[in-house]
């Protein structure tokens, strides 16, 4: 499983970024051709260390620490990760 920017605010797990392209036009709206997927990427493993998710109860993890824990979790990809807008 993958990490992928999506936009300069949202990010998507999943294993391909042309699946989680497709989640995200379905459950965001847009279209293919949006310019938010212009510079859409995915997470290098630095990336994946630099960043930080908090919970709601305050719990900081990076992404990579989210990601492990949603895998073990069952979580169904691809899906929402992150975004800077919440």
Not at 11 to 24: F, I, N, P, Q, V
Not at 27 to 49: K, R, S, V, W
Request: net charge negative.
């Amino acid at each position: 499983m993958k990490v992928f920017s999506m936009n300069d605010y949202d990010w998507m797990a999943g294993e391909t970024l042309e699946s989680c392209k497709a989640d995200y036009l379905k459950n965001y709206g847009g279209d293919e051709h949006d310019e938010d997927f212009a510079d859409t990427y995915e997470l290098t493993p630095e990336d994946m260390q630099h960043y930080k998710i908090a919970d709601e109860d305050g719990t900081v993890r990076t992404f990579q620490e989210q990601l492990d824990k949603m895998i073990a979790e069952g979580d169904d990809f691809p899906q929402f990760f992150a975004s800077t807008e919440c």
